[in-house]
């Protein structure tokens, strides 16, 4: 279970108080966080460090330094680029930090996350996860680095197989070894793998909190959109700092209240079919065990925490009297951010600042491109179908066969 949004609507509170509350029923439930700038330890009023520690009953809390574990998943492809930069004259210290590549600590955050969610010692695992933007590029990494890594190895290895006995005889240059592209190959085809299949899972979700403020709420919506064009599931929207029914009755806050009660009703509308759970504003800070429990209690009062409250819809490919399709979910997307082309057998569509590159069945690899339909909730591209090749149309009329398009790259 994944909560981010906005920085500052109070995302950390809201994860630390659902663990609180899962294991209040009895539920084994950890919390991580995976955002660089640490809270939950303040949050819990405990100094938390990348082992999990007990709690309460049931509850364990962890915040993942990722510097700590680049060596694990990072550290002979870390050393190669380290050892090139200092051969080019590059101070020590700067070296190091060119050698951290773009998107490195996310994804070695995410492979400790997937480390302790692989292990079976918990029911839930509950993640603090950066603001919006940053949760985001994290979510989205494992898709992206696998397909940028995945064209580059083959060839930096084929270059290298050739070059590298020839070279070491004639430059002292630093030149990768099979051990680096070995583990390069582990990262790429095993774990990162393994983070695009949890990421998308169906028992994995993504919950967007917010507060009852116009900008926090755009800025959820196209978020949610984004999740839903890399078929990273939402669940719910938590409307944090709601005002209690007994401050909404004093003079000074009945506008505020009204203004709030609006925000919910568009809240609910937006992201919908998505429910919006409800978190009052208490009366004092929420640290401490106790509290969150009590903000717990309010927040699901009549739902269980770790429960999925929603399916999100997946990337569909069949045919209709039209011809071959692709149904993308697009909850909320704007016609005029949107962008879509057939580049190599790939479906390229970029939402916004987003672009996915998804890999086509066989069966239309080849088409060309008739149509795109957006409505409020997905994008449907038609594609030309056999006949239009003068080839067989006959076959496969009505048959959805999503299944069938492989691996996204």
Known sequence: ML???????????????????????????????ADAAHSLGDVFERRLGPDPIGIAPHLEASEVDPRAEMQNHWGRIRDFLVAMFRYQGIEDVVAEELAQLPGAEEITTLLAVEKLAASGRYDLLIVDCAPTGSALRLATLPELGHRALRLLLPTMKAITSIGTPIAQKIVSVPLPRSEVFRDAETLIYE????????????????????????????????????????????DAVVM??????????????????????????EA?????????????????????????????RHLFAKAEPGDVFSKSARVRFGRDEVGYFAQIPLPNARGDDLDVVVVEAELVI?????????????????????????????LTVHFATTADRGEDRTADRGEDWTADRGEDR
């Open 268 to 296: 609910e509308e937006v992201f919908a079919p998505l429910p919006v759970l409800r978190a009052p504003l208490l009366a004092d800070q929420v640290t401490g065990c106790e509290r969150l429990a009590e903000l717990g």
């Open 240 to 265: 944090n700092r709601l005002l209690p029914d007994e401050a909404a009755r004093e003079h000074f806050f009945q506008h505020w209240s009204r203004l709030q009660e609006e925000r919910c009703r």
């Open 3 to 33: 909560y981010t949004g906005k920085g500052g609507v109070g995302k950390t509170t809201i994860a630390a108080a659902t663990a609180v509350c899962a294991a209040e029923r009895g539920r084994r439930a950890l919390v991580v966080s």
């Open 191 to 234: 774990k990162l793998a393994t983070l695009r299949k949890r990421i998308t899972d169906s028992q994995t979700s993504v919950r967007i909190v917010v507060t009852p403020e116009r900008m926090v709420i755009d800025e959820a919506r196209r978020a949610y959109t984004e999740f839903a064009l890399f078929e990273i599931p939402c």
């Open 350 to 378: 970029t939402a916004g600042a987003r672009r996915r590159f998804l890999r086509l069945p066989r069966r239309i690899a080849r088409c060309r491109v008739l149509s795109a339909k957006l409505d409020a909730e997905r």
